[in-house]
T-cell receptor, first 114, second 112 residues
Framework: EPEVTQTPSHQVTQMGQEVILRCVPISNHLYFYWYRQILGQKVEFLVSFYNNEISEKSEIFDDQFSVERPDGSNFTLKIRSTKLEDSAMYFC????????????FGDGTRLSIL | LAKTTQPISMDSYEGQEVNITCSHNNIATNDYITWYQQFPSQGPRFIIQGYKTKVTNEVASLFIPADRKSSTLSLPRVSLSDTAVYYCLVNPLYSSASKIIFGSGTRLSIRP
């Protein structure tokens, strides 16, 4: 069964540094998402992406965050200047066209900001 | 989006059937009910989705009464590996790129 893959599995970064989290969605999927989960808390929506542009973003997704689909396979989340509170698991997801299509999640990147 | 309410935690034993009920009193006509499962240190995983009555797949069954104000996820003969957090979600039918709003879910613990 096709999977969403995320790299790296764990990223440790100094506060203030830029970090790029990478995702390879399932190949025939058209919708892409990023979520995050702070340890012990709920999974939170960050952003959705379709047709090479952001469809929706949450209040968390401020100017420090950006997403990009640089080629036909990768989907990236960039945090420009990381803060301690950015430490979390970041999940990428993708889905086929249509709102009832389930989202397929990767196993996440654990981001630790020091 | 309709608000959902589900138990914070449940315990059961291997081999038992587990039923997790979710309330969604304000569900709209066009809303579907979806359940996800999340194992520790993994991303959420789609389990099952339905609109009314009963849906069954190889993993679970979903029971939805006529008024659709609640739904019950049924896991037959659970094993230790079913220990996870289970999320009940309500999604509108006609909404592209629908974000998922996760609640706290139900933390299911299966004992030997």
């Amino acid at each position: 069964e096709p999977e969403v893959t995320q790299t790296p599995s764990h990223q440790v970064t100094q506060m203030g540094q830029e970090v790029i989290l990478r995702c390879v969605p399932i190949s025939n999927h058209l919708y892409f998402y990023w979520y995050r989960q702070i340890l012990g808390q709920k999974v939170e929506f960050l952003v959705s992406f379709y047709n090479n542009e952001i469809s929706e973003k949450s209040e968390i997704f401020d100017d420090q965050f950006s997403v990009e689909r640089p080629d036909g396979s990768n989907f990236t989340l960039k945090i420009r200047s990381t803060k301690l509170e950015d430490s979390a698991m970041y999940f990428c997801a993708s889905s086929e066209q249509g709102s009832l299509r389930p989202q397929h999640f990767g196993d996440g990147t654990r981001l630790s900001i020091l | 989006l309709a608000k959902t309410t589900q138990p914070i935690s449940m315990d059961s034993y291997e081999g038992q059937e587990v039923n997790i009920t979710c309330s969604h009193n304000n569900i709209a006509t066009n809303d579907y009910i979806t359940w996800y499962q999340q194992f520790p240190s993994q991303g959420p995983r789609f389990i099952i989705q339905g609109y009314k009555t009963k849906v069954t797949n190889e993993v679970a069954s979903l029971f939805i009464p006529a008024d659709r104000k609640s739904s019950t996820l049924s896991l037959p003969r659970v094993s230790l590996s079913d220990t996870a957090v289970y999320y009940c979600l309500v999604n509108p039918l006609y909404s592209s790129a629908s974000k998922i709003i996760f609640g706290s879910g139900t933390r299911l613990s299966i004992r030997p």
